[in-house]
């Protein structure tokens, strides 16, 4: 399913230009900086997060494992 969404002008050609850098359709790209801006959100809120050292280590182990995934 499609849907039409209004930008301005130089929104649209500073997407444009980010989706051609990355190989990317306008959606696709669309779809990676939401992603990523909701990641950052997370990451902030986990690194203002009180956390014992059960969940540090956790994150520790998670963090680890993305990073091999990612090789």
Do not use: H
């Not at 990451?43 to 994150?59: T, Y």
């Amino acid at each position: 399913m499609n849907t039409t969404i209004k930008v301005s002008t130089s929104t649209r050609d500073l997407l444009k230009e980010l989706a051609d850098a990355d190989g990317m359709t306008l959606d696709a790209e669309l779809w990676a900086l939401a992603r990523r801006e909701r990641q950052r959100r997370m990451g902030l809120e986990l690194a203002e997060a009180d956390l014992d050292r059960s969940d540090a280590g956790w994150l520790d182990m998670a963090a680890s494992q993305a990073g091999d995934a990612s090789r």
